[in-house]
């Protein structure tokens, strides 16, 4: 049976997360940067649901999990200070 609710937060997730290195990062990146959005998504609301904490709308793991994916792949996968393009992870460690 498909989760309506589930699908969607995970496409938001995934928006979210390539909205912080969005301009400067190349076509492929932002697939992968929104693809580990939407997982790290499915895991935070997990465990939101097992530690029982109200939230619906799953507002918290789709804003917060994945942003700071989003914010973390700035420094994995930007072009002028990314750890992927040889730049020793100078903005990951920022």
């Given at each position: 049976?498909?989760?309506?609710?589930?699908?969607?937060?995970?496409?938001?997730?995934?928006?979210?997360?390539?909205?912080?290195?969005?301009?400067?990062?190349?076509?492929?990146?932002?697939f992968i940067i929104g693809l580990i959005g939407s997982i790290v998504?499915?895991?935070?609301?997990?465990?939101?649901?097992?530690?029982?904490?109200d939230d619906p709308l799953d507002a918290f793991a789709v804003h917060?999990?994945?942003?700071?994916?989003?914010?973390?792949?700035?420094?994995?996968?930007?072009?002028?200070?990314?750890?992927?393009?040889?730049?020793?992870?100078?903005?990951?460690?920022?």
């Amino acid at each position: 049976m498909y989760d309506v609710n589930l699908m969607a937060n995970g496409i938001l997730a995934g928006l979210v997360s390539v909205t912080a290195p969005c301009a400067n990062i190349e076509p492929y990146a932002a697939f992968i940067i929104g693809l580990i959005g939407s997982i790290v998504y499915f895991f935070i609301s997990k465990l939101v649901k097992i530690i029982k904490i109200d939230d619906p709308l799953d507002a918290f793991a789709v804003h917060y999990g994945a942003g700071m994916w989003g914010i973390l792949s700035v420094g994995a996968f930007d072009l002028d200070y990314g750890f992927y393009y040889g730049h020793g992870g100078k903005q990951l460690g920022t």
